[in-house]
């Protein structure tokens, strides 16, 4: 069975889209309309601009979801999902490529959504890190043991799990992680801890913006970061999206469930090659491709 995973922000790199851009009419029609919606020419960050524009969290989340799904709706009948998903703002572009959002709605929340995050990111001081080479219950014992608010946000691969909190708490939790033996416990150059409490600011407003926003039934089910599973109904899809923000993402749980479901072969659709990187670290037996 085919799946199709999206990136989420990080995947972003100077000249992303521009040849899409440039040899697909359809293309340069979404781009265009995803200028004037947003009410600046972000094709103009995305394709000249430098990494420090791009890593604005209002231009990074927009942009690294125009890439995915232009790149997805220029595939044309090609593009037949059996499943989706995508790892955090990847969720958004996934359920676009699966029709259960359509283009100017989905990049209307995840404008939103970034700033809301933005804004979010700025009442507190607050981070993430990286944890390499301890066992997920280790890592989420010792974030609980630890003083202060810090969670683990991202489970990406056995091995790989990233932590986020309050930047003091996150400190701390690093040096108990590696005095447990972590290979390495790196602090991320973030704008803020996504994916945890710090972030219920944000939540409350993109709930508001997603409960006006009109969901359909997706073409294949969605394995979406929250549960993990596969879903189709559009309100248990908006349900997830809303509690995503504070909620970790399962991406190890998610695509060892669309194995154990029947995917054989994993493309990514985005710009950037991490999801396959980490499907290979799930189950190395899974098939990758780009695109």
């Not at 999902?81 to 029709?99: D, I, K, N």
Request: aromatic share 6%; glycine share 8%.
């Amino acid at each position: 069975m085919k799946a199709y995973v999206f990136p989420g922000q990080g995947a972003q790199f100077t000249g992303m889209g521009k040849e899409l851009y440039e040899n697909s009419p359809l293309a340069k029609e979404l781009f265009e309309k995803a200028n004037d919606i947003l009410g600046f020419r972000i094709t103009d960050i995305m394709f000249e601009g430098t990494a420090e524009e791009l890593k604005e969290t209002k231009v990074t989340q927009p942009a690294v979801f125009l890439h995915s799904v232009i790149l997805a709706k220029t595939l044309g009948d090609s593009f037949k999902p059996e499943m989706v998903a995508g790892h955090s703002l990847g969720e958004f572009s996934a359920l676009v490529a699966a029709g259960a959002l359509t283009f100017e709605d989905g990049l209307k929340l995840v404008s939103q959504r970034a700033m809301a995050m933005q804004k979010a990111c700025e009442i507190t001081p607050s981070t993430m890190a990286a944890v390499l080479g301890l066992e997920d219950k280790i890592v989420e014992d010792i974030c609980e043991q630890t003083e202060g608010v810090v969670v683990a946000a991202n489970y990406n691969c056995p091995g790989q799990l990233v932590i986020s909190g309050e930047t003091s708490a996150v400190e701390r939790a690093c040096e108990a992680l590696k005095a447990a033996g972590a290979k390495r416990a790196l602090i991320l150059p973030v704008g803020g801890a996504f994916h945890s409490p710090m972030m219920e600011p944000a939540r409350e407003e993109l709930a508001a913006a997603i409960e006006k926003t009109v969901f359909s039934a997706p073409v294949c089910p969605v394995y979406q970061n929250v549960p993990a599973t596969a879903v189709s109904n559009p309100d248990e899809i908006k349900q997830n999206l809303i509690i995503q923000l504070t909620a970790p993402v399962k991406w190890t749980q998610s695509v060892q469930n669309m194995i154990t479901d029947g995917a054989t072969l994993f493309t990514e659709v985005g710009p950037g090659n991490v999801l396959q990187g980490l499907v290979k670290k799930i189950n190395k037996e899974a098939e990758t491709a780009s695109a």
